[in-house]
């Protein structure tokens, strides 16, 4: 038990200390603003995230500035980050953890080499589409989405102090925004099309899974009897000759009877020691038993040492670390 505590302990060190190296070089790739997006984390928690995107051109939010949370795990990068918005848009609804195939609500369709700024720029192609009844979203009018595009100017962070009006860059009609927005939208379209896909293998998987099993359960009993026959379990096994060597000794015992009074005293001696060395060496056997669980207690001794060395180590890497100061 006390194995396994440690183990699980030491992987959630190693995640752990895998997250931060991962975020702190992120937050390095995001210091500077763009026109288009912005992120860095909190001062005191490196596992959140504020954010500000500008609204997507030729739409209902074009002209809008939303701020929102990026609330990130432990075990970041290997699950994705949960999404909140802080600012009105007629989209998403405000302090509500919103559901796209990017969040926190569909972890089967995240993947580890996408980043925060990914989550940015899916957010942005995003913005446009139908909600369709997911989790936090919402299906405004046009007109109130342009009123609350309006108004997410005027809105300013209470958390990190960040104004909308400040927050990125000026819009220019330079190649480096309508690059933005061409990334935006085809990622946007490539990670909707994949829960798609998803979710009609999954829908489509159910009653064929089923059938399968079945068929499986089916056609398992002659299988199942063939692998026996093959590959015959071992506790079987040894029953079966400790039942064949004692019907074969009761089958013995009568010749043994009849032979015996045949047999010279010499060959009785003999006989006799013969049968006395087999306990003996089950004997030794028992004796050899103690040795290999000193061992194994040793072996268990030994893997605690290294999970509270390495644990340690982690720590001290996990301290070193918290004293970075991210300029906003």
């Known amino acids: 038990m006390y194995i396994k505590l440690f183990s699980s302990f030491s992987c959630l060190m190693l995640s752990l200390f895998s997250a931060v190296k991962r975020l702190m070089k992120e937050a390095a790739e995001l210091k500077d603003p763009t026109d288009h997006y912005h992120a860095q984390p909190l001062e005191d928690n490196l596992f959140e995230w504020h954010f500000t995107v500008r609204g997507p051109p030729d739409s209902d939010f074009d002209g809008g500035i939303y701020h929102g949370r ?13 999404i909140i918005l802080l600012t009105a848009n007629g989209r998403f609804e405000v302090g509500k953890k919103i ?9 089967e369709t995240w993947q580890p080499s996408w980043s925060i700024r990914t989550a940015l720029l899916a957010i942005i192609g995003f913005m446009p589409t139908k909600g369709e009844g997911a989790i936090g979203s919402l299906d405004y009018t046009p007109e109130e ?6 108004k997410s100017q005027d809105f300013c962070c209470e958390m990190c102090g960040t104004s909308m009006k400040t927050a990125l860059l000026p819009l220019t009609s330079g ?8 990334e935006a939208k085809e990622l946007a379209r490539q990670i909707s099309f994949k829960a798609e896909v998803n979710s009609s293998r999954r829908s489509d998987a159910g009653p064929s899974n089923t059938s399968g099993l079945n068929h499986s359960a089916a056609s398992r009993d002659p299988q199942q009897d063939g692998a026996a026959r093959a590959f015959p379990d071992p506790a079987s096994a040894t029953s079966e000759t400790q039942n064949s060597s004692a019907v074969a000794g009761q089958e013995r015992s009568p010749a043994a009877s009849s032979t015996s009074t045949s047999m ?18 089950t004997d030794f056997n028992r004796a050899q038993q103690p040795r290999v669980n ?32 991210f300029e906003l």
Do not use: W
């Open 264 to 281: 010279s005293p010499r060959q009785r001696r003999a006989q006799q020691q013969s049968q006395r060395r087999a306990p003996a060496s």
């Open 99 to 107: 559901c796209l195939s990017i969040s926190g609500h569909h972890p």
């Open 145 to 150: 989405r342009r009123a609350l595009a309006k």
């Open 294 to 325: 000193t061992n194994h207690t040793g072996s268990t001794v030994l893997i605690v040492l290294l999970t509270f060395a390495l644990a340690a180590l982690i720590f001290r890497r996990i301290c070193l670390a918290n004293e970075y100061v």
């Open 70 to 82: 990026i609330v990130l795990p432990p075990e970041y990068p290997m699950k994705p980050p949960s």
């Open 175 to 182: 190649s480096v925004s309508s690059q933005a927005d061409k």
